[in-house]
């Protein structure tokens, strides 16, 4: 029963994340809440925040508690606006959600048509310009790319307005990822072609896009699927200094905002949503894989 | 190795050039880089190739420094996690099958985790500083790195002449020390290239987000997210100093390359 397995570990580590996102403000040094009350100068009373942040019990107690009104839909209340954290979080996650999933398809498209003409021709011009894409794109940093796009495309050549913009955010995602994906699709996607059947397609006649289609990608989609699914949680973690460099209100910066300013329901609830999508994408990935190579399995 | 030699032999300079011309920068500025409060901001000009900063210091200069401080701490764990990873992994080879298990899933679980979240979760405890980029850094190459290593171990112990040495009585430890654990070493020599640009990579990144490196330390990170608040007025901050980090690490990435070509490993 490999699916009850996968289930049941899933729920076992999203179970676990959100222990160990509660039991993050009882690690702190000293007491936790004459520490809290320290770095962030909060005007709440003492009395308050203990019930509050649920130290006045067991750590068990408290995260059964906090487990049962986080089915309820509450997480918290944040300590620097006294608003609940749920609603801010959601708001946050789905701009998050938008820039990533731009991203995503930036660096698909860009990825794919760099790789697979890659694929085609080694030792062509697209198969140089890959590697070299590769490269260069493994190795500028995002506080370095994002400020780069910003200062061509905002100011020297005023194309986009920052601010509002997705796309130079999204670009500057994408260009961060897709150097290595058009690396991955070039090599699977050779790989396959390296198969009799790619040639007797072409001896068949079937023009060069088709081939590369039908017996270059197809086979790789599978091992490539699972790659992407396993990157969101990549591109979740580059978002979150996109975000900053941007100042987009996605869950980055608002996470990374909470760190500075101590704000822990806020950081407990955005470890435990950030982490989860992580893995989740991880786990997705493996999914599609298993599913898509399930026929070659059962050949065997 | 014909194609490549030159961009090859141009990345060793590099970092040859960079070994070399640092600590002197850092040397002939004796001390404390000067504050030149009038020339804050200054764009480059030919004697001061990258310009002034916001404190009037000269940027080629401070980015020379700051480069002293990312490589020492990137090369710092490097070492670290190379140790740390033959050791566990060698603990994972030994263990008895059912503590493998659970040390395997362990693994697993912080392979699937993203690294920075959990570096944000540890610096909201401990607050920025070493000990948050040490931690953020370690758990964001390590596991990757003591899967690869057990990986390797457990090929070469299924080689004949492991099997040759056990049936002439040597114990697990011998085995380990003597064959298993040189075998480990190479492959993580292999891989320190490639390991040292992530680091500086990561780095780079924490520090920007202001949770990596203390204040008062530069480092490349920290230098650029200065380079960030003066996007409009001194454009020539934010370029500058990220030059030196991309260069470092295409030429790691190229010397990672030629390291793992067919020729090396034989």
Not at chain 2, 79 to 98: E, F, K, N, W, Y
Request: glycine fraction near 8%.
């Amino acid at each position: 029963m490999p699916q009850v397995k996968r289930l049941f570990s899933t729920v076992l580590i999203v179970l676990s994340i959100f222990l160990g996102s509660r039991a993050l403000i009882r690690a702190l040094p000293g007491d936790p809440v004459d520490t809290l009350i320290a770095e962030s100068g909060t005007s709440i009373p003492r009395a308050v925040l203990l019930k509050e942040l649920g130290l006045d019990r067991p750590f068990f107690e408290s995260a059964l508690q906090d487990f049962r009104s986080a089915l309820h839909g509450d997480l918290g209340v944040s300590l620097l606006n006294k608003q609940p954290v749920l609603p801010l979080l959601k708001a946050r996650f789905l701009n998050t959600l938008a820039l990533t999933t731009t991203a995503f398809f930036f660096a698909l498209i860009l990825s794919m048509s760099l790789g697979l003409r890659a694929a085609q021709k080694p030792g062509g011009l697209a198969d140089t310009l890959c590697s070299v894409f590769g490269a260069v794109s493994a190795s500028l940093p995002t506080p370095w790319l994002g400020p780069m796009l910003i200062i061509l495309f905002a100011f020297w050549i005023p194309v986009f307005q920052l601010g509002d913009s997705l796309v130079l955010p999204a670009l500057t995602l994408a260009l961060s990822i897709s150097g290595f994906w058009a690396r991955l699709i070039r090599e699977r996607v050779r790989e396959s072609l390296r198969h009799g059947s790619a040639q007797a397609a072409r001896a068949r006649g079937l023009s060069e896009f088709k081939v590369v289609l039908k017996y270059g990608l197809a086979p790789a989609a599978g091992l490539i699927a699972a790659y992407f699914g396993s990157q969101f949680g990549a591109l979740l973690s580059g978002a979150f200094v996109t975000e900053v460099i941007f100042n987009w209100k996605g869950m980055g910066n608002l996470l990374v905002n909470s760190v500075l300013r101590r704000d822990y329901p806020m950081i407990e609830a955005a470890v435990f949503v950030g982490s989860v999508c992580a893995i989740s994408g991880t786990i997705a990935g493996d999914w599609i894989r298993s599913s898509i190579e399930r026929r070659e399995e059962y050949r065997l | 190795m014909k194609k490549g030699g030159f961009a090859l032999h141009t990345a060793e300079g590099w970092m040859l050039l960079w070994l070399i011309a640092s600590p002197i920068c850092v040397f002939f500025s004796a001390g404390a880089a000067r504050f030149q409060l009038p020339l804050n901001l200054m764009p480059p000009s030919l004697l001061h190739p990258f310009g002034y900063d916001a404190f009037g210091r000269d940027v080629l200069q401070i980015t020379a420094r700051a480069g002293l401080n990312s490589m020492g701490f990137a090369a710092a764990v490097v070492v670290v996690s190379i140790v740390l990873a033959i050791l566990s992994a060698s603990l994972i080879v030994a263990a008895p099958a059912r503590l493998k298990f659970v040390f395997l899933r362990v693994l697993e679980f912080l392979l699937a985790f993203p690294s920075l979240i959990v570096a944000l979760a540890w610096a909201a405890i401990r607050g920025p500083g070493w000990s948050t980029l040490w931690f953020s850094l370690l758990i964001g190459t390590l596991p990757m790195l003591i899967r690869l290593v057990y990986a390797r171990a457990q090929e070469v112990l299924v080689q004949d002449y492991i099997e040759a040495s056990v049936s002439l009585g040597g114990s697990k430890g011998w085995v380990l020390t003597r064959h298993v654990v040189p075998e480990l070493l190479s492959l993580c020599l292999l891989k320190a290239p490639n390991l040292f640009a992530q680091a500086l990579m990561a780095e780079a990144t924490l520090s920007f987000l202001g949770l990596g490196a203390p204040i008062g330390r530069d480092t490349w990170g920290s230098l650029l997210a200065q380079g960030k608040d003066y996007l409009i007025e001194a454009p020539h901050l934010a370029i500058g100093v990220g030059i030196p980090l991309i260069f470092t690490v295409l030429s790691l990435q190229k010397i990672s390359e030629s390291l793992e070509s067919p020729r090396h490993l034989g």
